[in-house]
T-cell receptor, first 113, second 113 residues
Framework: ETGVTQSPTHLIKTRGQQVTLRCSSQ?????VSWYQQALGQGPQFIFQ???????GRGNFPPRFSGLQFPNYSSELNVNALELDDSALYLC????????????FGPGTRLTVT | DAKTTQPTSMDCAEGRAANLPCNHS???????VYWYRQIHSQGPQYIIH???NNETNEMASLIITEDRKSSTLILPHATLRDTAVYYC??????????????FGKGTLLTVNP
């Protein structure tokens, strides 16, 4: 148990729809990162938020956006869903931007039909 | 971040040591070697990290060659619960693109009874 939770566990959406995934970080962790993991692949970095501001971004289009709140919760929003967005979405919290250990949640499995 | 190369899969007998190799021949002087693992249906879990000296913790040992071009993660007494995908990652300790973990496909370690 990492103390990081994600909701929902599973989600099915239709192409073109919008989705919001939620993450609750460990208390005291001011940094959250989001990753996308396609089947059979390693997780791919989407972006990181540090003290409620985007701190870094991977190679994902602007329709992937995020929010981080003062209560250690965060959201990943994806607009105009595409079939290729079907994946496991993982959030990871850490004490700060440069700490060596990231604590991952169990993920949200998103299926786009 | 430097690229890593790992075998796709490995097998190990329960109770024996599991030695997982990783090649990172283009590693820079300020890049650390990290190991994470991902048990099926869970998020990745931090195992260990190091710069140039060998490291040991309650989970594993990390052996880094003197030229730092490769490393080996050792699970001294593998159990069935160690069956997972193991990821070797290199990244700088702070600054630059430190904020993200760049995962490859990892090594699927199967521990057999």
């Amino acid at each position: 148990e990492t103390g990081v939770t994600q909701s929902p566990t599973h989600l099915i959406k239709t192409r073109g729809q919008q989705v919001t995934l939620r993450c609750s970080s460990q208390s005291g962790h001011n940094t959250v990162s989001w990753y996308q993991q396609a089947l059979g692949q390693g997780p791919q970095f989407i972006f990181q938020y540090y003290r409620e501001e985007e701190n870094g971004r991977g190679n994902f289009p602007p329709r992937f956006s995020g929010l981080q709140f003062p209560n250690y919760s965060s959201e990943l929003n994806v607009n105009a869903l595409e079939l290729d967005d079907s994946a496991l979405y993982l959030c990871a919290s850490s004490l700060d931007r440069f700490t060596y250990e990231q604590y991952f949640g169990p993920g949200t499995r998103l299926t786009v039909t | 971040d430097a690229k890593t190369t790992q075998p796709t899969s490995m097998d190990c007998a329960e109770g024996r040591a599991a030695n997982l190799p990783c090649n990172h021949s283009t590693i820079s002087g300020n890049e650390y070697v990290y190991w994470y693992r991902q048990i099926h249906s869970q998020g990745p879990q931090y195992i260990i990290h190091g710069l140039k000296n060998n490291e040991t913790n309650e989970m594993a040992s990390l052996i880094i060659t003197e030229d730092r071009k490769s490393s080996t993660l050792i699970l001294p007494h593998a159990t069935l619960r160690d069956t997972a995908v193991y990821y070797c990652i290199v990244r700088v300790e702070s600054g630059g693109s430190n904020y993200k973990l760049t995962f490859g496909k990892g090594t699927l370690l199967t521990v057999n009874p």
